[in-house]
């Protein structure tokens, strides 16, 4: 059985004060997490797998028989109300986009040691956000479900409230769950789409892929591994040769071989249009 909430108490730390050393040595933190969906359980897990205690990760959810299936499953400390999260070290904002800013203003009156406030909404800028709760120290992200095997992909933009210390604090939790770059807020919606949604396009070209080998007599399974294979060794080969895919793409298509078909079979079918149409159609909404 777990420990309720109350029984269960972790130190807390008031981050205007301590020192950066302090930040960086400061692994195990009361995390609150804010929405544990699709998003928010890819972080929880994430963040388990790295070695985080999952009873110092508080989750507040819509339901909270929700929160109450993931203290089964994954051990985290299961909240009932937002008051409940006061004494956080670090909050991550994963509701819906249209919940954020009702949250943030519910969180003004309760962060009491004035935490550092990660959101993981896609389009809900830093002005928006700071109309509501003014001088949060924000940190905005976009992840994606690769965190759960700690292989995520974050585009992250911090607002100027973050102190410097708030701000390895966030870094370092975002750290722990995959790659991170920074950018500037008005290159996040393109970054965030390129590696936040991109994900399920994969998988859409994995389950087309996979169609095609079962059609073609594959063992359905074993296509999967095939594929999954060959995509991890490709993705590796462009990042740690950094060779331009056009080349790669000429190492594989023999003269008067096969790929040159496939390839010229998808220009056909505007693969790479239909590719640049769904990020296009995503940034134009
Ligand atoms: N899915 C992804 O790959 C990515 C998502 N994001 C962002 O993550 C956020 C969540 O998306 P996603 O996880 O897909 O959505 P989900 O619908 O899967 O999750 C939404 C979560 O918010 C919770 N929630 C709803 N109302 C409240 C409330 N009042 N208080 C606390 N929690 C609440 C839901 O709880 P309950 O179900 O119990 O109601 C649920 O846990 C979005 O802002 C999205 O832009 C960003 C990058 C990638
Ligand atoms: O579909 C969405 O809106 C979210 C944001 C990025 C990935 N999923």
Redesign the pocket.
């Known amino acids: 059985m777990w420990s309720s909430l109350k029984a269960y108490s972790v130190p807390s730390i008031s981050y205007d004060k301590i020192t950066e050393k302090e930040v960086n040595r400061r692994v195990i933190m009361k995390i609150s997490i804010?929405?544990?969906?699709?998003?928010?359980t890819?972080i929880i897990k994430g963040l388990i797998n790295n070695g985080q205690n999952p009873k110092q990760i508080l989750v507040?959810?819509?339901?909270y028989e929700?929160?109450l299936n993931l203290r089964q499953s994954l051990g985290i400390t299961a909240v009932q109300a937002?008051s409940d999260l006061a004494t956080s070290d670090i909050y991550i904002l994963?509701?819906?986009?249209t919940?954020?800013t009702k949250?943030l203003s519910e969180l003004s009156n309760i962060n009491q040691q004035n935490a550092p406030i990660i959101s993981?909404?896609?389009?809900v800028s830093f002005d928006e956000m700071l109309a509501i709760y003014p001088n949060a120290p924000l940190l905005r992200c976009?992840?994606?479900?690769p965190v759960a095997i700690n292989q995520g992909m974050t585009s992250f933009s911090t607002s100027s409230h973050l102190s410097d210390n708030q701000k390895t604090l966030a870094i370092n939790l975002l750290n722990q769950l995959g790659h991170t770059i920074e950018v500037p807020e008005d290159k996040l919606g393109i970054a965030?789409t390129i590696a936040?949604c991109s994900?399920a396009f994969i998988d859409v070209f994995i389950e087309a892929l996979s169609d095609a080998a079962v059609t073609n007599g594959l063992d359905r399974a074993l296509s999967y591994e095939i594929i999954t294979e060959m995509m991890k060794g490709s993705a590796a080969l462009a990042a740690e040769s950094k060779i331009h895919p056009g080349i790669l793409k000429d190492d594989v298509t023999s003269p008067g071989g096969d790929t040159i078909k496939g390839v010229v079979a998808l220009e056909k079918n505007n693969f790479r249009f239909a590719v640049i149409d769904a990020i296009n159609t995503i940034l134009q909404d």
Do not use: D
């Not at 507040?60 to 339901?63: A, F, I, L, Q, V």
């Not at 993981?120 to 389009?123: C, E, K, Q, S």
């Not at 976009?142 to 479900?145: A, D």
């Open positions: 804010i929405g544990a969906g699709k998003m928010g890819a507040k959810t819509g339901h929700n929160a937002l994963a509701t819906p986009a919940l954020i949250t993981v909404a896609a389009g976009i992840p994606n479900t965030g936040g994900p």
